[in-house]
């Protein structure tokens, strides 16, 4: 359920900028993505294949990362989001380890109104960093957002 704090397409300006709070990345959670995936490639999981690697240790799931950002970014900012349209760029910029604290810069790059103005199309830069401030994730998110104004104001010309 929506609360009054949920925003609307027209809330939002391109170049506006928020903040997740942190969240640690745990070897559970490694070890539940892997179960739930099915993806349980040593490099995530042993200590003693991750050694043998360049990364040296094991390593979260790219997708288990992305996943933790979506999840992340779902009340940063806190919208009245209608649908997950589409993930235009993802980008694995560097490996997130057991321990690691992320947090998520979510910025809007770009807005349109869609379905004859009952909602906006909203597209999102995702940027997930790690507790060093370094870009690990980043990538274009598209959503579907919920419009308060009903037919929409008539543009003036």
């Known amino acids: 359920m929506y609360g009054d704090d949920h925003l609307f397409y027209e809330d939002f300006e391109v170049g506006q900028e928020w903040i997740s709070p942190p969240r640690e990345i745990t070897s559970a959670d490694i070890r539940v993505f892997a179960d ?27 997708l288990l990362t992305l996943a933790c950002a979506s999840g992340m970014s779902i009340t940063c900012p806190s919208v009245r989001t209608l649908a997950l349209v589409e993930l235009k760029s993802v980008k694995f910029l560097a490996a997130v380890y057991p321990g690691d604290v992320i947090h998520i810069v979510t910025r809007v790059v770009e807005k349109v109104r869609r379905g004859r103005g009952k909602r906006g199309q909203v597209t999102w830069m995702r940027e997930v960093r790690n507790q060093d401030d370094k870009i690990v994730q980043e990538g274009l998110t598209v959503t579907l957002v919920q419009a308060r104004d009903f037919p929409p104001p008539k543009e003036s010309v």
């Open 36 to 62: 739930l995936s099915g993806d349980f490639n040593p490099i995530h999981l042993s200590a003693e294949y991750a050694a043998t690697t360049p990364f040296g240790r094991p390593m979260a799931h790219g």
